[in-house]
């Protein structure tokens, strides 16, 4: 009998495996619909009406191919993108360390506004705790929870209250339909008057930043021999793991295309007619109002409840990635360095004391998660075209390379990020 070794860094690695619960796809979902749907979205109807819904077609049309490469680039390679990063011409791991600078730069801000509304919601229930010891409490609850591995149930919490929050907004959102003559301002790209920066964090954010599609690639790796049990054995399981693989990624990213449509919709139809904004630690009740005014008040706690789950997941879903591609990085960058296991857990303490330091100098939800979608904008543009990059030069398999299609819309897709990222620096700077 053969007995296998189990080191250190392979029980750690096993303590994080949350994905072997819920497929990746979906772990991007429950990343993905947090402060974008429940903060950003309802806000561009609040203030613009229905002039921003195609730019929230658009943001997940333009980006969609970078998160198609995450789980093929995996699946056709047996390595996550961070690998492909490694490979990339020009000066020694170039593309590493541009990747751990974003990483670093986005990491203290994103948690800082992930973890500020769900502290927001969290204080709607009991205002007793600050925003900064809410925010405390729900970061330890995450790292604990990564620590132990103990996924199972709070997958599954997470995922029936995603499905509630998902019924109780097309509830909402059916019960004040709009009008079939907006359906023209789907591809009628204009900017209000006042309207970039909020433009641009939807783009940051919509459907989340694109650093998550690097990200999806570690956790597609994870699930990759799940998938192949259901592909079963013969010459075409890679291409029917990639397969299941993608439909995955699809589900989520439908399902937030949706939710994002119906909560600016809401926006328009609750917020705008009273000039309501979401703004402060006012924010959850704002919000509250897209259910509470339309179905009443019975809606109030059962969206609580699922926005507090919901941001929850993000929550961990940030402080499980972000540390996950820092420790990555530098073993890649720095074999010699400390192994992953203290690399990943020191950067989460740090992240985590940064952004609770952020978040009690600024206390205001919005802004904190507007200026983490920009941020996650302007580094979207190199994101994108490194994931093209690898893609297309280290995929073997014609089979399992992109086609000519998502190629050439992968193109248009990096060109768009790089003039809109460039406008908006021309008109600010």
Request: aromatic share 12%; net charge positive.
């Amino acid at each position: 009998m053969s007995h296998q070794i189990v080191t250190p860094e392979a029980r750690w690695a096993d303590r994080l495996d949350c994905i072997r619960w819920v497929g990746p796809g979906l772990v991007m979902a429950a990343t993905a619909i947090g402060a974008s749907h429940l903060i950003l979205a309802p806000t561009a109807g609040a203030l613009y009406g229905y002039g921003l819904l195609w730019l929230v077609t658009f943001a997940h049309l333009f980006k969609y191919p970078a998160f198609d490469f995450g789980p093929r680039y995996a699946v056709a390679t047996d390595s996550t993108l961070l690998d492909g990063y490694a490979r990339v011409p020009g000066p020694r791991n170039w593309a590493l360390w541009t990747f751990l600078f974003g990483t670093v730069v986005q990491g203290v801000t994103v948690l800082a506004g992930v973890l500020s509304v769900a502290a927001v919601v969290a204080r709607v229930v009991v205002p007793e705790l600050s925003l900064v010891a809410w925010s405390a409490a729900i970061a330890a609850l995450g790292a604990a929870v990564l620590w132990s591995g103990r996924f199972s149930g709070l997958s599954a919490a997470s995922k029936a209250m995603l499905t509630v929050l998902a019924i109780i907004t097309a509830i909402a959102f059916f019960a004040r339909p709009p009008s079939p003559t907006v359906l023209v301002e789907l591809v009628r790209p204009h900017l209000p008057a006042g309207s970039l920066v909020l433009a641009v964090a939807l783009l940051g954010w919509m459907p989340t930043g694109l650093d998550v599609s690097v990200w999806h690639s570690m956790w597609a790796l994870e699930r990759r021999d799940t998938w192949a049990e259901r592909a079963g054995p013969g010459p075409g399981q890679q291409r029917g793991v990639l397969d299941i693989a993608l439909a995955d990624l699809r589900l989520g990213y439908g399902l937030s295309f949706v939710l994002a449509i119906m909560f600016l919709a809401l926006g328009v139809a609750v917020l705008r007619p009273t000039g309501t904004v979401p703004q402060g630690g006012q924010v959850a009740i704002t919000i509250a109002r897209l259910y509470t005014d339309v179905l009443g008040n019975w809606a109030l706690y059962p969206f609580l409840i699922a926005a507090f789950f919901g941001m929850t997941s993000t929550s961990f879903g940030v402080l499980d990635g972000f540390p996950r591609a820092f420790a990555g990085c530098v073993r890649r960058i720095a074999p010699a360095a400390p192994g992953e296991r203290l690399l990943f857990w020191g950067f989460l303490v740090f992240i985590v004391v940064l952004a609770l330091v952020e978040i009690a100098i600024l206390p205001d939800p919005v802004v904190l998660v507007t200026v983490a979608a920009v941020a996650s904008f302007l580094l979207s543009p190199l994101t994108y075209a490194l994931n093209y990059y690898c893609v297309t030069r280290h995929i073997d398999s014609p089979d399992l390379r992109p086609g000519g299609l998502l190629r050439r819309w992968a193109i248009l897709g990096i060109a768009c990020a790089t003039a809109a990222a460039g406008l908006f620096l021309g008109v600010r700077f």
